[in-house]
């Protein structure tokens, strides 16, 4: 945790006041009242920018409601429609159901939304700052002890150089800095060892993210070009992300399956 975070610190040592979540519930009641006061009082060119992002604040949320808001629809009933001649007043009631359905633009940003995140290890275990970070006293009495060292796999890019160590905060160790990857494919039902390109996501902590530290769970991007995939309009992906599946600082390699996430292919045109 960087050290000017004093209060993220303090909750997670102390926690937060009894009284927080009622606190949190009357400021968030008092709101439109508060905004409605500035509206008023507001005057000159201030108040129309402040008006226009109202207006505009307003619109999104009409067009969130309306797309969650359940609406009556007939669809057609073949079973319902009896046999032989139907009056022509009947033709337009009967043969119909009502149901009521959601909006298709909400059934499929769900659909999307499901189908973004399915990885192979939804749940992982939590790592304690402990156990990644080591503490190195420094210093000469050993008394000051800001410096850590990280115990876990780590990537770090080819342009990268270390800090003096007077200002170096996190040690990486070259023994556990990491390259490549064995990345498996699900549908070629192989694996390649492929080169890393960046640490994406580490579900334990954006920190350990930015740092580079890959665990168990952490999405990375590897680079795919070897394998020659290309997309639906022609170009080669060189990009793609896997998820790590085992614990890289235990066996001596970083295992990975690689997720079927259209959205996050990076592709770039083919050289001819």
Known sequence: MPQNEYIEESIKKHGRRFDYEE????????????????????HGLRAK????????????????????????????????????AVPAYLLDREGEKRAKILSNMVKQKRKEKAGKWTVPLPKVRGIAEEEIFKVVKTGKNRTKQWKRMITKATFVGDGFTRK????????????????????THPELAATFCLPI????????????????????????????????????????????????????????????????????????????
């Open 23 to 42: 606190r949190k519930r009357k400021r968030l009641a008092r709101e439109p009242h508060t905004t409605s006061a500035f509206a008023q009082k507001v």
């Open 49 to 84: 920018l402040y008006n226009k992002k109202r207006y505009a604040q307003k619109i999104q949320m009409k067009k969130t409601i309306k797309q969650k808001q359940e609406k009556s629809a007939k669809q057609k009933d073949t079973q319902a429609i009896p046999d032989g």
């Open 164 to 183: 003096p160590p007077k200002y170096e905060r996190f040690i990486r160790p070259m023994a556990l800095r990491y390259k490549k990857a064995h990345v």
């Open 197 to 272: 390109i960046s640490v994406k996501k580490n579900p334990q902590s954006p920190l350990y993210t930015s740092l580079g530290v890959i665990t168990k769970g952490t999405v990375i991007e590897v680079n795919v070009s070897e394998l020659g995939l290309v997309t639906t309009s022609g170009k080669v992906v060189w990009g793609k992300y896997a998820q790590v599946t085992n614990n890289p600082e235990n066996d001596g390699c970083i295992n990975a399956v690689l997720l079927k996430i259209k959205q996050v292919e990076r592709a770039k045109r083919s050289k001819p």
